[in-house]
């Protein structure tokens, strides 16, 4: 069936049939995930079956303001017929990042630009990836979870009338305070380096979380936001 299938009838197999799981693992932030070249390894087979070829090439640049988008196209062709079915993926490229030099931060864009015009174009559901509303509530929940079960442990010792940690439970919350802060801290200083404004940081917490401020927010979404900032303000509309 590899010959003079339609491309739309091609691209309906490739989606049905294909399977690209999370092999990566992110030790920092204990998620899996899966890169561009996971997809394209994944799917390439079913491509050639389908007597098709698949690239991404880089659009121009967007420009809106000051801000600078990396733009990729995925194409599916028919290498019988030449037609072409496309999707679209981009990134903002950050300004600054420490650490990192200029030319990291545009391949860093560039990938992650890559992998979601592919994810577009195939179908790929990437629920719970660290940048999707899902990932944020199930982190919410765990952290949640976890705060609940501090608290619960802390009254226990206390009902128990253990005295010597007492103290122990203070400090137990003084940390969690602490870590808010740390999260927070690291949000303002990705606006910084992005350009980005207070109101648009704002804008951010409300359209993305449904939230009124930052104290609203887990330390695991306050830290997931200071990794996205800048898709987030694109994809808010901020």
Do not use: W
Request: glycine share 8%; net charge neutral.
């Amino acid at each position: 069936m590899s010959e003079g299938k339609p491309i739309y009838a091609a691209l309906l197999a490739i989606q049905r049939d294909l399977k690209a799981p999370k092999n990566q693992k992110n030790t920092y932030g204990g998620y899996n995930y899966r890169s561009a070249e996971d997809i394209l390894e994944a799917v390439k087979p079913l491509v050639h079956e389908n007597g098709c070829y698949v690239l991404t090439e880089q659009e121009p640049f967007e420009v809106c303001g000051s801000r600078v988008y990396v733009v990729i196209a995925a194409k599916l062709v028919d290498t019988t017929t030449g037609d072409t079915v496309e999707a679209h993926g981009k990134a903002r490229e950050p300004e600054q990042q420490k650490g990192m030099s200029d030319p990291q931060l545009t391949g860093a864009a560039i990938s992650y630009a890559r992998k979601y015009a592919l994810c577009n174009l195939f179908a790929i559901d990437d629920t719970k990836d660290p940048d999707t509303d899902e990932y944020h509530r199930e982190a919410n929940g765990r952290d949640a979870s976890q705060t609940s079960q501090n608290r619960a442990g802390a009254r226990s010792q206390q009902n128990a009338g253990n005295y010597t940690n007492q103290p122990q439970g203070r400090s137990q919350e003084a940390n969690e305070l602490a870590e808010h802060g740390k999260a927070m801290q690291a949000v303002m200083q990705a606006a910084k380096a992005g350009g980005i404004t207070n109101e648009q940081v704002k804008a951010v917490i409300k359209g993305k979380y449904g939230k009124a401020g930052s104290r609203e927010l887990s330390v695991g979404q306050l830290q997931m936001m200071a990794h996205n900032l800048a898709q987030y303000v694109h994809e808010v509309g901020a």
